[in-house]
Every structure is written in C-alpha cells, then in structure tokens.
C-alpha cells in the first residue's frame, strides 16, 4: 500500500520528502526564494494552473516554510516570503542545484550562478563560497545569470535575478 505522507516517519529525509517531494514544489520554493514572490508571476515562471500553484503555495503555508503578505486589498493579493525555517530548506535547493550544475550541465551551460557577497567573487552553487571558503547561508549570496540561461523561458526570474543585480553591482567585497 503506498503511503500518503512521510510526514510521521523517524527520519530527516522523509519528512523533509513530506515538504517538498512533489513535481512543482521545490520550483515555487526557488522562485520565492528567489524574489519573484506574486501569484501572478510565479504562475507565469513556472507555467502551472492556479490550481495547482495555489495548493503547492497553502502546502508551503501549512509547513510554515512561506509566509504570504497582502499587497492589495481588492481582490486581496499577496506576496510570498521565505520563513526561516524556508530559509534553511532553501539550502536543500543549493544542493540539488550543485548536483543539477555538474551532473546536467556542466560548468559553461549553468542556468545560474552566485556572487558571494562576503567576498564578491561569483561562484556556483555551493555550501561555501569556493573562492574563500566562507559557510554561505540564504542572504549570504545573490543569484546572476550563468551562461546557460534563457530569459525566453524564465522572464520572470530574470527580472527578479536583476532586481538583486540592481541591488548589489559594485558593492566592493569585504
């Protein structure tokens, strides 16, 4: 008999599985994590119905790894945040794409890189900085485009990956 949740189960992997272990939700979580936080602009990224992204978004909601801010008041609209604890699981998505990076792409087609801001250098996926050493956590780097990626088909986190680009050029590194 296959099991509905893992959400009881006596390990780390299966319970954190019970989160994020469907098709689109370690997506949604990139996208938020990312900054592209509205309903409308997730759906357009990632091309999914409403319905799903609306059941993906209250899952995350109930799992308190996002929190959702009104922005309008008619209809009300909201942006979606990262919790801390969305924080720490996001880690889990720098891990999938380290994996995704060397596995499926290669150094010169990655979809995205990082620049480490605790010392400026841009670098890949990593759970630290591979030109310091330093531990990077979430906030402790911004995503830049890699050479692989499509503005075509990712408009939406283009535009968010420029908005922190917008924000941090030209800072000089610690």
């Known amino acids: 008999m296959q099991r509905e949740s893992f959400g009881e189960e006596p390990c780390a992997i299966?319970?954190?599985v019970d989160i994020i272990g469907d098709r689109w939700t370690p997506l949604v979580l990139r996208d938020v994590a990312l900054g592209v936080?509205?309903?409308d602009a997730i759906q357009r990224d990632l091309g999914?119905?409403?319905k799903v992204l609306t059941q993906r978004l209250q899952h995350l909601?109930?799992?308190e790894v996002v929190t959702r801010t009104p922005y309008q008041d008619n209809p009300v609209r909201y942006d979606y945040t990262l919790t801390e604890k969305g924080l720490?699981?996001?880690m889990v998505l720098v891990a999938?794409?380290?994996?995704?990076?060397?596995?499926?792409?290669?150094?010169e087609e990655s979809p995205l890189r990082w620049r480490h801001l605790g010392c400026g250098e841009?670098?890949?996926a990593v759970l630290a900085c591979e030109h310091c050493g330093e531990q990077v956590r979430p906030g402790d780097a911004v995503p830049l485009r890699g050479p692989g990626f499509d503005e075509r088909r990712s408009p939406e986190l283009g535009a968010a990956i420029d908005r922190f680009a917008d924000l941090y050029?030209?800072?000089?590194a610690k």
């Open 14 to 16: 299966a319970r954190t």
């Open 37 to 39: 936080t509205r309903f």
């Open 169 to 172: 050029d030209g800072l000089p």
């Open 61 to 63: 909601l109930d799992h």
């Open 96 to 107: 999938i794409q380290s994996f995704g990076d060397r596995w499926m792409f290669g150094p």
């Open 48 to 50: 999914l119905s409403r």
């Open 88 to 90: 720490d699981l996001a």
């Open 122 to 124: 841009i670098s890949g």
